[in-house]
């Protein structure tokens, strides 16, 4: 309040809120008295008024009618003056009842003061916010610091809560350049409507009848829960305009539930991929999470940096990142820092091959819960270098495995993927055998009776992340084409990191040792039908102006991609989104043969070699010709 009492603005509003009280008083008289009040009236008129004015500003005060910025009165600030006008109202008549119970007053006055000064007092902080709204003159033009900017015609899709708070913020913010033309809405009871003065049109389907009646200069899309048939039916609608279109981010990023004018973004293929937002157990979740200590392997990667951001809503003690890129793990520790104000980290700098590293890593800060997403990802890459494929996705997640149940951790997650099941490529196989160490390792602790939960999730491709064929695809049609695709069939599943992110850390929760959980990935998408959306999203048309063309497949790559293998026995959960796979696992003694042939084959460079063992561990795999970047006839293996 002492900073209040400072500023002029609080004591013209104050000046002005004591007249009205005033005037409401003596009009409440008039109204009662039909404009011809008797003579004695006027001594009462004085008495209450006495009190009555103190009374009402010091409940206005206590009410917080006098802490809020005018400018931003709200449905919230009007609630407050109803309570004050009706406490006043109570405490005077209530005063009044004791002292000589209505004696020469008349309740009807009382009754209308409440009433007026309700009226008066909300009709003037009203006015003060519409003063402020329209304070710069003509709606189309707005002028800051001496600068006239050009404000663009919008038609909003959509009118729902989504679009109501962006029609507000716009109507507050005058720095936006935009003003709002109207509402286009499919459901029949809103068309006709208004919110905040701007009519609700018609249905979406007429778009281009309504952009040329309103002269609408850009779209803005505002359905953040729009499914993905709906997604396109209006971006399809939107490209016929021919002007330019945004939307509002899906559900599923806004973690705040909040949606603002600052988050509206051009539309990308994950709108068109249109899942729905995941059912999140945040109970359960916290009770892994909070106040423990958490290292993320692999933590700049794209996986691995989503991961951390979910991972810090849920307060642990400290988040251990690691990694070998220095740039990804610098990216990390910068955005956690810097931009979600986290500093319980620690950035660890190296690879998990490193033994040495991961004892002394452990011994140290004793980590709770290991999500260990460092893996080669890359099928082309690590089928050209598959040494390294089984250095990295095996053997170094087998350390990691050994150093978490020698140090007691609760809960291992390995980060697995769909290429694990029935493997074309070697990156698909190691991942596979990681899968089955995992299970080993499980199976080891199951027999002692006690230690570290080890689990896996599985799921397919991520949209966005180091492989993903997104950033490919958007590159290619920037340069102009042509854009490249292997195969018109060839298909996979598709997911967004902050989806596959939360699901992760949801099945953690679920996992008693030696699952597999299997993410619900949906339908499969062609990744010719994909090519052609991305190009039209980008203002242009496939075949005509950017040629599509197809390459075949590259080494080790499927066709389409599964989730299970035949006779695994997949079980529901108690997540919608989330399967499990059980298995027995089998003893690590008896993988010790192989996986030394593995190490010596992997020293050595022998690609088909390598290839070769990983069949015989897991005969599913069918391995392609070798395409090593090291070929055997140079002399090594």
Not at 312 to 334: G, Q, V
Request: glycine fraction near 10%.
């Amino acid at each position: 309040m002492k900073h209040q009492i400072r500023k002029l603005n609080f004591w013209v509003v104050l000046g002005f809120d004591l007249l009205l009280l005033i005037a409401a008083h003596l009009l409440a008289y008039v109204i009662r008295f039909e404009g011809a009040m008797p003579q004695e009236q006027w001594a009462n008129f004085f008495a209450v008024l006495s009190f009555l004015i103190p009374a009402k500003l010091a409940l206005f005060h206590l009410c917080g009618l006098y802490r809020g910025m005018w400018r931003y009165t709200s449905l919230a600030d009007l609630l407050n003056i109803l309570k004050a006008c009706a406490i006043a109202g109570c405490i005077t008549m209530g005063g009044i009842l004791l002292v000589n119970r209505f004696e020469g007053f008349s309740r009807a006055v009382f009754v209308l003061d409440a009433l007026l000064t309700f009226l008066f007092i909300a009709g003037f902080r009203i006015s003060l916010r519409l003063s402020y709204q329209h304070a710069f003159g003509l709606p189309f033009l707005q002028k800051e610091s001496g600068v006239r900017q050009y404000r663009k015609r919008l038609l909003i899709i959509g009118a729902g809560d989504a679009a109501e708070k962006v029609m507000r913020e716009i109507n507050d913010n005058k720095v936006l350049p935009y003003m709002v033309a109207g509402f286009l809405d499919d459901r029949a009871a809103k068309i006709g409507q208004q919110i905040h003065g701007i009519p609700v049109l018609g249905p979406i389907a007429d778009l281009s009848e309504y952009v040329f009646k309103t002269k609408a200069q850009e779209v803005l899309i505002a359905i953040p829960s729009a499914s993905r048939d709906q997604m396109q039916r209006i971006v399809e609608l939107c490209r016929t305009c021919e002007i330019p279109f945004k939307t509002l981010p899906g559900l599923g990023e806004l973690i705040s539930d909040k949606v603002s004018i600052k988050t509206i973004r051009d539309v990308s293929y994950k709108d068109l991929l249109g899942r729905p937002s995941v059912r999140l157990e945040l109970a359960q979740i916290g009770e892994i999470l909070a106040g423990k200590m958490v290292l993320v392997t692999g933590a700049g990667g794209s996986i691995g940096s989503e991961l951390c951001r979910q991972i810090i809503r849920f307060k642990p003690s400290s988040l251990i990142l690691m990694d070998a890129s220095e740039e990804n793990l610098y990216r990390i520790e910068m955005e956690l820092c810097h931009e979600y104000g986290f500093s319980n980290y620690v950035a660890v700098l190296g690879k998990v091959q490193d033994k040495a590293l991961l004892e002394a890593l452990f011994a140290h800060y004793r980590p709770t819960v290991v999500f260990h997403a460092a893996a080669y990802k890359h099928v082309p890459m690590v089928e050209g270098n598959p040494w390294e494929g089984v250095y990295n996705n095996i053997f170094a997640s087998k350390r990691v495995m050994e150093v978490s149940a020698r140090y007691g951790v609760e809960r291992f997650i390995l980060i697995s993927t769909d290429k694990a099941v029935r493997p074309t490529n070697v990156m698909g196989a190691t991942k596979r055998m990681t899968e089955i160490i995992m299970q080993g390792f499980c199976k080891q602790i199951r027999d002692s009776g006690a230690g570290t939960k080890f689990m896996a999730v599985r799921f397919g491709n991520v949209l966005g992340s180091s492989g993903s064929v997104i950033p490919l695809l958007r590159r290619q049609i920037e340069m102009g084409g042509p854009v490249t695709v292997t195969h018109p069939d060839m298909t996979r599943y598709f997911m967004a990191i902050e989806e596959a992110s939360q699901l992760i850390l949801q099945a953690a929760t679920m996992g008693e040792g030696g699952e597999i959980f299997i993410l619900e990935m949906g339908t499969p998408v062609r990744i010719g039908q994909m090519a052609r959306d991305l190009i039209r999203l980008c203002g242009k048309e496939p075949d005509t102006e950017i040629e599509i063309k197809y390459i075949g497949l590259r080494p080790g790559e499927k066709m389409y991609e599964e989730l299970i293998t035949e006779g695994e026995g997949i079980v529901v959960t108690g997540h919608e989104k989330i399967m499990v796979l059980r298995g027995n696992g089998v003893c690590l003694e008896d993988l010790h043969g192989a996986l030394g042939t593995l190490k010596y084959l992997a020293s050595t460079h022998d690609a088909e070699g390598i290839k070769a063992e990983l069949g015989k561990i897991i005969p599913e795999y069918k391995a392609y010709a070798s395409v090593s970047v090291l070929p055997r006839e140079r002399g090594l293996g």
